[in-house]
Antibody, heavy 119, light 110 residues
Framework: EVQLVESGGGLVKPGGSLRLSCAAS????????MSWVRQAPGKGLEWVGR??????????DYAAPVKGRFTISRDDSKNTLYLQMNSLKTEDTAVYYC??????????WGQGTMVTVSS | QSALTQPASVSGSPGQSITISCTGT?????????VSWYQQHPGKAPKLMIY???KRPSGVSNRFSGSKSGNTASLTISGLQAEDEADYYC??????????FGTGTKVTVL
């Protein structure tokens, strides 16, 4: 069964850091392009960023609101995707989903992990 | 990058057809045939319903169809069923390896 399981969410103060993880199973993770998408409470979906497979260069791209603060990485030996979030702001409060990218769309989604940025 | 514009809500009776619009610009929806649609039930993760404008992933009902004209994409749900009541989001590739989502539409089955 194809599955993505996020972890690492929690409460953090403004200016703090947090690292989210996404464990993948049921497919060849090393071949997959992966993405993070977030959803603030009661709001819509927002694309956060994407990482290509290493065979396609392993490069990353980010949405403007998080560029320079967030970093996406992957460990193909552990089938795990990461989102390192620094200089967190209250507006980063959201459920964070990891997804696979297929056909320039977000194919498989995890259940999400909640990040709350508050003093 | 501004969010794509969707109506806040659309409703219909069981068995009817409804259409949700998704309006972008010539830099996103109008430039690429890469609009996708997602269904999200309350408290659940989104689910891919349509990709590349009009294609359905395996397992998605053929009651869901997508199209595009100019800078506006559309999702049509035919034979509306109670289980279709959910939030729906469009998303477009916006060039330079970026994506933009729509504002979301709440579908109510009367």
């Amino acid at each position: 069964e194809v599955q993505l399981v996020e972890s690492g969410g929690g409460l953090v103060k403004p200016g703090g850091s947090l690292r989210l993880s996404c464990a993948a199973s049921g497919f060849t993770f090393s071949n997959a392009w992966m993405s993070w998408v977030r959803q603030a409470p009661g709001k819509g979906l927002e694309w956060v960023g994407r990482i290509k497979s290493k065979t396609d260069g392993g490069t990353t791209d980010y949405a403007a609101p998080v560029k320079g603060r967030f970093t996406i990485s992957r460990d193909d030996s552990k089938n795990t995707l990461y989102l390192q979030m620094n200089s967190l702001k209250t507006e980063d409060t959201a459920v964070y989903y990891c997804t696979t990218i297929r056909w320039k769309s977000f194919d498989i989604w995890g259940q999400g992990t909640m990040v709350t940025v508050s003093s | 990058q501004s969010a794509l514009t969707q109506p806040a809500s659309v409703s219909g009776s069981p068995g009817q057809s409804i259409t949700i619009s998704c309006t972008g610009t010539s830099s996103d929806v109008g430039s690429y045939n890469l609009v996708s649609w997602y269904q999200q039930h309350p408290g659940k993760a989104p689910k891919l319903m349509i990709y590349e404008g009009s294609k359905r992933p395996s397992g998605v009902s053929n009651r869901f169809s997508g199209s595009k004209s100019g800078n506006t994409a559309s999702l049509t749900i035919s034979g509306l069923q109670a289980e279709d009541e959910a939030d729906y989001y469009c998303c477009s590739y916006a060039g330079s390896s970026t994506f933009v989502f729509g504002t979301g539409t709440k579908v109510t089955v009367l």
